[in-house]
């Protein structure tokens, strides 16, 4: 037997308590669309995505958007294909393999996507500067006055010397300035530029980048023959 993923989707519903037949109440509700798992499915709601979750071994995308976006669409392609091995469980090893093997192009698809339509460049430039200055000066003044009334006093005339001795009048100032100055300065930047190109062919090119993945899902985990 033939086993399709909504054969499987639908006995894991099942498992769950979900009728498409009969409600809680006992009430007949085969004719009415909104109980029918089809319509469970297509919604891709909690329950259907904790399923498809579930076959691919809660392996996820980085973005859960990017990886509810990715799985909802893997459903809806492979949903009535008849799967490629004996038991669920070989197929979802291989499902796995798959998808591990293509992760990073599955990741690079959806994160990179505008990049690839509007053919964007982006470039970064940092700089760094360092400037350092130092300015040291040292200033010496002596003033000295002395007056003796007699010739006969003895005067000290060193003029290094701060000492004048036997005058009546003795001045001495001496001012001593040191100044040291040191500036350093740091100068650090970071430039980032983007270009965009809005090219119609390139949106060609790439339109086709989820179907070229899907396909390789579908040789390595479907049956070819219907």
Known sequence: MTVQLYDYIRSELIKRGFNEFVD???????????????????????EISTIVDK???????????????????????????PISRQSIEAFRVQLLYTFLANRRYIESIYQDLDKYIHGTSESKQVNSQKNQQK???????????????????????????????????????????????NTLTFSDGETTNETKTHQLDQLFRVNGLEEQLFNEFDRKCFKQTW
């Open 55 to 81: 076959l691919f071994t809660s392996e996820k995308l980085e973005d859960a958007d990017y990886d509810q976006h990715f799985k909802r669409t893997f459903l809806m392609r492979f949903l009535h294909r």
């Open 24 to 46: 809680k109440d006992g009430n007949l509700i085969f004719f009415d669309t909104e109980h029918q798992f089809l319509t469970k499915i297509l919604s891709f709601d909690e």
């Open 135 to 181: 300015n040291d000066s040292t200033a010496l003044t002596d003033n000295r006055q002395a007056y003796a009334n007699l010739p006969q006093d003895n005067v000290q005339l060193d003029v290094d010397s701060t000492t004048m001795d036997y005058a009546n009048d003795n001045t001495i100032s001496r001012n001593k300035q040191t100044n040291s100055q």
